[in-house]
């Protein structure tokens, strides 16, 4: 009798813990691995490389070749060579290409202001506009991220910029964590800092923006009208390590825009075979609209 009670005591025991985990709050997958901000720009920076090879007072250009393709917008492929020069917060984004009709790109921003060269007289390229449009890119020093001086979280308390925490994604097929990154001036875009999971490089920037559909002059042109979503992205891979700073090599930046009347999606992809420290870099090349 004794113990058959005991039975009925274990069973019961059993029963009531079964209960409990079922009215248990299940973790939440990746609960644990949310980080702070500050963890995450401390051990990037921390993967760029030691303080002194990585201050923004040290020039920096980084440079080989590079081709454009238009799958959207227009049709083609165009090589050539470009590079990436900075120094403070001054940077330069320019390339060269073989093509008449599409022979250069060459953004700039001279610690004031963002300029743009015409690729022909009174015409821009798409990413011209695109970056004459959203300044932020450029004057938060955000375009060509590790590669640049002015790469913001290098100085972060001088940019005051806010970061926050936005979860795990996945850049370049790896795990990563992403940062919303908002200036402190506020901007139109939705920007986006992946760091990988596992070595805190920075692999990728998103960038994007929706416009919404204009109002049409009847009631019928208002319904034909559709918004206007912008995305760039920029993807950063094949990490090597020289003169005490690890750099991504390959460097790719990717605009698209899904409109009803001009949709396009344009790539300009750069194969970065040197990165030169320390050259002094003649301030008036960071102005690009003269000649």
Avoid at 77 to 88: C, D, H, P, Q
Avoid at 157 to 177: C, D, Q, V, W
Avoid at 266 to 281: A, S, Y
Avoid at 285 to 291: P, S
Wanted: charged share 25%; glycine share 8%.
């Amino acid at each position: 009798m004794h113990e058959q009670r005991r039975r009925v005591t274990l069973a019961a025991l059993a029963l009531a813990c079964a209960a409990l985990a079922a009215f248990t709050p299940t973790p939440r997958a990746g609960a644990e691995d949310k980080l702070k901000p500050e963890e995450v720009v401390a051990k990037h920076l921390e993967a760029i490389g030691p303080a002194e090879a990585r201050s923004p007072q040290r020039p920096r250009v980084a440079q080989g070749a590079t081709l454009m393709e238009a799958k959207a917008g227009g049709r083609g492929i165009s090589e050539g060579r470009g590079l990436i020069a900075s120094t403070g917060d001054k940077v330069l984004l320019n390339a060269t290409f073989e093509s008449p009709d599409y022979p250069f790109e060459r953004i700039g921003f001279d610690g004031e202001r963002v300029s743009a060269r015409p690729i022909r007289p009174n015409v821009r390229s798409p990413l011209s506009h695109f970056f004459l449009a959203h300044e932020t890119v450029f004057k938060e020093g955000l375009i060509g991220g590790a590669l640049s001086t002015a790469w913001p979280l290098l100085h972060l308390e001088e940019r005051k910029a806010k970061l926050s925490y936005s979860g795990k994604g996945e850049a370049a097929g790896r795990p990563a964590h992403k940062l919303r990154y908002a200036p402190r001036k506020g901007s139109d875009l939705k920007v986006t800092l992946f760091f990988d999971a596992e070595n805190f490089r920075h692999l990728r920037t998103e960038y994007e923006r929706t416009v919404p559909a204009p109002i049409g002059a009847t009631p019928n042109q208002s319904v034909s009208q559709r918004e206007t979503r912008y995305r760039l992205v920029e993807d950063f891979s094949d990490f090597k390590t020289e003169d005490g700073l690890t750099l991504p090599r390959s460097y790719t930046v990717g605009l698209t825009i899904f409109s009803t009347g001009a949709p396009m999606d344009i790539t300009w992809k750069f194969n970065l075979t040197r990165v030169h420290l320390d050259q002094p870099i003649d301030p008036k090349v960071f102005v690009t609209d003269t000649n």
